[in-house]
């Protein structure tokens, strides 16, 4: 696969150092100093800094491009939630640049396994109540610079992203092979008809993470917070549960008891709008849609990934897409 299309805005040489500047001045605002190296991890989709300060470590994190705009929405929802969401320091709109505080450890190395399921059974239903109030701010959130991926736009996503040759790696060991590509145009007017029975139920596109695992948690004295809303987008909410279900599944068949729990736990706030029973038929369909949404987001991070990046992640668009083709066949949707 070749390298990168465009590379990213932190390629330039003096970048880190200017970053570094801000990050500086910004907490110089606020009576704090910094207090020993930064540690930045680069990737092809984001920037995150770790920042000793005399107040404590502090974070900064700049997205790239493609991805979602981390640093206008996270103000956003975190001015709607802030028992939620981890509300910036400062943000530089834009450089799509901000300055996070320390919000605790990640829920992965705090979590004991005997009880992951009773993190999640609390973080959920707070996700819903967050994703019911950005009901109806479709454009406030694209405009923010949340993804697009509402549910009528899904099946023309797809259809777009298999005629982008370069991402599927046809005829490699983990890419897609002929006869999948095929199944997979096969399916775009089912998706279709998914996006139309989404976008037709009674709950409207809103805010969906999208990337919601235990390491984009953290917890602390003050309770949970989310973070890393670079891939996040306006979709169908419930798409919201494909990565937190699988992430935590462990082998555990789609029907456990344990994950239908869960599921129940976060459908409980939208129970005023739709019958339970009606809201668990819809899960399986917006789930499946977001298959899509995965891959689409895996081929926005690599816009400006190295070569080397490239063989690293590119796998993941086939992957979804082979995931997508799997729960079809399964026959849950």
């Known amino acids: 696969m070749d390298g990168p299309l465009t590379p990213p805005p932190w390629a330039d040489s ?18 704090l100093a910094v207090r020993g190296p930064m540690k930045p991890r680069l990737r092809p989709w984001s920037v995150v800094i770790e920042v000793p300060t005399s107040g404590g470590r502090c974070w900064f994190k700049a997205t790239a491009p493609a991805m979602a705009d981390d640093a206008a929405l996270t103000p956003m929802l975190a001015a709607a939630r802030p028992d939620l969401v981890l509300a910036p320091l ?13 919000g605790g450890d990640r829920l992965r190395d705090r979590i004991d396994p ?20 950005f009901e109806g701010a479709e454009q406030a959130l694209l405009g923010a610079g949340a993804l697009d ?18 991402w599927l ?29 989404l976008s037709s139920a009674g709950l409207g596109a809103t805010i969906q993470h999208d990337d919601l695992h235990d390491g ?14 670079g891939d996040a987008g306006v979709a169908h909410p419930f798409g919201i549960l494909l990565v937190t279900l699988n992430s935590i599944a462990d ?38 849609s977001a298959m899509v949404g995965r891959a689409l987001t895996w ?18 668009i086939p992957a979804w897409l082979r995931e997508l083709l799997a729960e079809t066949r399964a026959g849950s949707v």
């Open 114 to 133: 005997a009880t992951v399921f009773d993190h999640w059974e609390r973080i959920l239903p707070a996700c819903a109540e967050l994703q019911l109030a």
């Open 216 to 229: 984009n948690v953290v917890i602390g004295a003050s309770g949970y917070r989310i973070v890393d809303w």
């Open 251 to 288: 082998g555990l068949p789609p029907d456990a008891p344990k994950l239908a729990r869960l599921t129940d736990a976060y459908l409980e706030p939208f129970t005023a709008r739709l019958p339970a029973a009606r809201l668990r038929d819809l899960v399986p369909t917006a789930r499946w």
């Open 299 to 316: 081929r926005a991070a690599l816009a400006y990934a190295s070569a080397s990046e490239l063989a690293e992640w590119s796998p993941a």
């Open 169 to 197: 790696r046809l005829g490699e060991p983990d890419g897609l092979t002929v006869a999948e590509l095929v199944q997979l145009r096969d399916l775009v007017p089912r998706l279709a008809a998914a996006g139309a029975e």
């Open 90 to 102: 400062a943000v530089d709109a834009e450089r799509r640049w901000m300055l996070l505080p320390d």
């Open 149 to 166: 991926r509402r549910p009528d736009r899904i099946a023309g996503l797809l259809a777009a992203l298999l005629d982008e040759g370069r």
């Open 14 to 31: 003096d970048w880190l150092a200017t970053a570094s500047a801000w990050i500086t001045n910004r907490l110089a605002e606020r009576h």
